[in-house]
């Protein structure tokens, strides 16, 4: 049983990289250098004319942590030393990849005038909209260290697992990337129902709640949530943590499923997304 089905598994793996989808890819990682100063200029030019630039970012979470951490922290009865720091990264990393959701709605249709005049790789420009995000994150991510100081937040060896749990994270973030990314170009209406969704996540995902709040009966249906594992991977090292195996697991099956996914619908659609716009 098991033999035929890794055939049949490998078998749809060879074909989809022999497919022009694929060739796509590797030509859109190829030219990093291209998106790399794109998602720099996009930043650059949104805040050209401000005194503090992309840090108005910085400040408006830094304001944001401060307002919520002593207020949710009295609501649930927890201590701030250990609620803040779980609040301060639950929204740090969610703006990662809320943001990365919503602006993959718009990735071809804000780029028509590039697609309809020239080519250019449609991954490469996934790829823009997420380094255009990862440098927020890193922008963002400067005010944990003041969480650390003020609250006297040791760090340890398991601050390393925060690797690769940001590379399995990254896999699942572009590959859900693409696929909005095409479906809200060939349906236009459906850049209200991303926003919609990204929002409901948030309130169903561990950001500002913690897991153990819940009842036993309720625990297990929010570790299946895949928002939960990403956000637990990214947050546990820097926590001091190392993530739960389950996290791993689930994250895991979504990268390898959802890539696979992914690319079959890229390699369907890739060739009629100009004519969409």
């Known amino acids: 049983i098991i033999a035929p089905f890794l055939f049949s598994i490998t078998r749809r793996y060879s074909l989809i990289m022999n497919t022009s989808a694929w060739a ?15 998602a ?12 503090l630039g992309p840090f108005w970012i910085t400040l408006s979470m830094a304001v944001t942590v401060s307002a919520m951490g002593p207020l949710y922290g009295a609501l ?24 990365s959701l919503n602006e993959y709605a718009e990735t071809f ?21 997420f380094y255009r995000q990862l440098l927020i994150l890193l922008h963002n991510l400067l005010i944990y260290p003041v969480v ?8 340890n060896a398991n601050f390393f697992w925060l690797l690769p ?13 693409l696929l909005i990314a095409i479906f809200c170009t060939r349906f236009r209406d459906m850049l ?15 950001i500002i709640w913690q897991l153990q709040q819940l009842p036993s009966a309720r625990l297990h249906i929010a570790q299946i949530n895949p928002f939960t594992s990403l956000i637990t991977l990214l947050r546990d090292p820097v926590l001091g943590h190392r993530p739960d195996a389950l996290y ?21 659609t890739r060739r009629k997304i100009t004519y969409w716009l």
């Open 76 to 99: 649930f009865s927890i201590d701030l030393s250990k609620f803040v720091p779980h609040l301060a990264l639950g929204l740090i990393f969610w703006a990662f990849i809320a943001g």
């Open 109 to 129: 249709t804000a780029n028509e005038h590039i697609l309809k005049q020239s080519y250019m790789p449609l991954s490469a420009l996934v790829l823009r909209v």
């Open 40 to 51: 720099r200029q996009d930043i650059r030019l949104k805040y050209r004319r401000s005194t």
């Open 248 to 268: 791993w697991q689930v994250a895991a099956f979504f990268a390898v499923a959802g890539s696979l996914f992914a690319l079959w619908v890229f390699n369907l």
């Open 148 to 155: 650390m100081l003020l609250l006297g937040i040791p760090v």
């Open 192 to 206: 209200p129902v991303i926003q919609s969704i990204v929002t409901l996540l948030f309130f169903v995902t561990p």
């Open 165 to 177: 749990a940001f590379l399995l994270v990254a896999v699942n973030i572009l590959w859900l990337g």
């Open 24 to 38: 796509d890819i590797r030509q859109g990682i190829a030219g990093f250098r291209l998106w790399q100063s794109l």
